[in-house]
DNA sequence: GCTGGCGTTGACGTCGGGGTGAAGGTCTAG
DNA sequence: CTAGACCTTCACCCCGACGTCAACGCCAGC
């Protein structure tokens, strides 16, 4: 199979092809003309790469699983590098979530106070006090 | 106040300051050497735009506030639109996050799957059937 | 044998946001 | 007088994951 066919196959292009060829990722075969020959395995390894990338992990990050693969383990995620990743991307998911999530509460409590703060004064007189946004240093 | 004083008070820089004025955002008034002027109630609104930022708010999304306290209001998001851009990045930072905690679920259930995988391994005979990550259209 | 469609390489562009850096000049404080 | 702060403009940076040429080779069908 030639890199247009796997690119089509695996619903991407031939310019990343190249690219992930270029950083060692997804190296091919080459033909007696000089043209990138590709097998079904390698349809698999590409798969491999874009599910994790659909997962947010980097080109970088989906190595471990390609090379577990090469190996010839079952699947991506048999191998302790890939397990590593796992924990790591779990790890980062959940700092992320939990920074994200506090801003999110600081947010809605300022909204809360905003809206009340207007519904007072349009209803009647000085409301709640207001408590203003400080930068907190770290 | 000049400007390396403001900078120097807000904890920023210079460069910052004249980017900021640049898009339109905390214009400085000008002393007769050309020299930018500001005051305590610059320093305000740069306090304003500074913990917004922190917040993951983009430069533009502060505009509504830094105007608003311009305007006189006792506070920033004394605003109709300061409100509005508060409920939008509510719902950016829910989506975000719902978003971020599917994958993450995921991400455990793979790893889980895996680790079991190759404990089964590890004791005895084949184990649970592994169920393999595919690429889902959307 | 010509056209069109595939393939090759390498160099450079893109995106976005929030700035930074350098050059070259002016102004001011001590 | 001189160091340092200020002025302007223009260019450049960061990051990853490609996209976009340019300029060429290979091959099938008509």
Redesign the interface.
């Known amino acids: 199979m030639r890199i247009g066919e796997l690119a089509r196959r695996a619903?991407t292009t031939t310019r990343a092809l190249r690219y992930y060829e270029s950083r060692g990722l997804l190296p091919a075969r080459r033909g007696g003309n000089g043209y990138r020959a590709y097998d079904e395995e390698d349809l698999r390894l590409l798969?491999?790469i874009?599910?994790l990338q659909?997962?947010?992990f980097e080109l970088e990050e989906t190595r471990p699983f390609v090379e577990c693969l090469r190996a010839g383990h079952?699947?991506?995620?048999?191998c302790p590098a890939?397990?590593e990743v796992?924990?790591a991307?779990?790890a980062e998911?959940?700092a992320?979530?939990a920074r994200?999530?506090e801003?999110?509460e600081?947010?809605?409590g300022?909204?809360a106070q905003?809206?009340a703060?207007?519904d007072a004064l349009a209803g009647a007189g000085p409301g709640e006090p207001?408590c203003?946004?400080?930068?907190t240093e770290e």
Chains 1, 2 share one sequence.
């Open positions: 619903g798969r491999q874009r599910v659909d997962f947010g079952p699947a991506g995620d048999s890939s397990l796992y924990r991307k779990l998911l959940d992320m979530v994200l999530s801003v999110r600081v947010l809605a300022q909204l905003a809206e703060a207007r207001r203003e946004l400080v930068r």
